[in-house]
């Protein structure tokens, strides 16, 4: 199952980066999509994440900055990411959970210059 993960690139702080994943149209059962991040030398960690229900969960700190959604027609999810800081620099990687499994997409960096 490939993912296909776009959106990522360099920003100064402050500024906006908007990151995609699609599954592909014959993925079904999704039962949620979202977005990790990783840094080296540290641990993937959950960036936001949202079920097929529309509950969402995200990390502390990027609350009231990032924005999740997704497009169940297209099964595709969002990140809008705003007010970018210098800490969210990373490697972000798109994750959908199904019936049948978890499943990674290939990253995508994301550098914010201070």
């Known amino acids: 199952v490939q993912l296909q993960a776009s959106g990522g690139g360099l920003v100064q702080a402050g500024g906006s980066l908007r990151l995609s994943c699609a599954a592909p149209?014959?993925?079904?059962?999704?039962?949620?999509m979202g977005w990790y991040r990783q840094t080296p030398g540290k641990q993937r960690e959950l960036v936001a994440f949202?079920?097929?229900?529309?509950?969402?969960n995200s990390a502390d700190s990027v609350k009231g900055r990032f924005t999740i959604s997704r497009d169940n027609a297209k099964n595709t999810v969002y990140l809008q990411m705003n007010n970018l800081k210098p800490e969210d620099t990373a490697v972000y990687y798109c994750?959908?959970?199904?019936?049948?499994?978890?499943?990674w997409g290939q990253g995508t960096l994301v550098t914010v210059s201070s």
């Open positions: 994750n959908v959970i199904t019936n049948e499994g978890s499943f």
């Open positions: 149209g014959s993925m079904f059962s999704i039962n949620g």
């Open positions: 949202m079920t097929s229900g529309g509950s969402t």
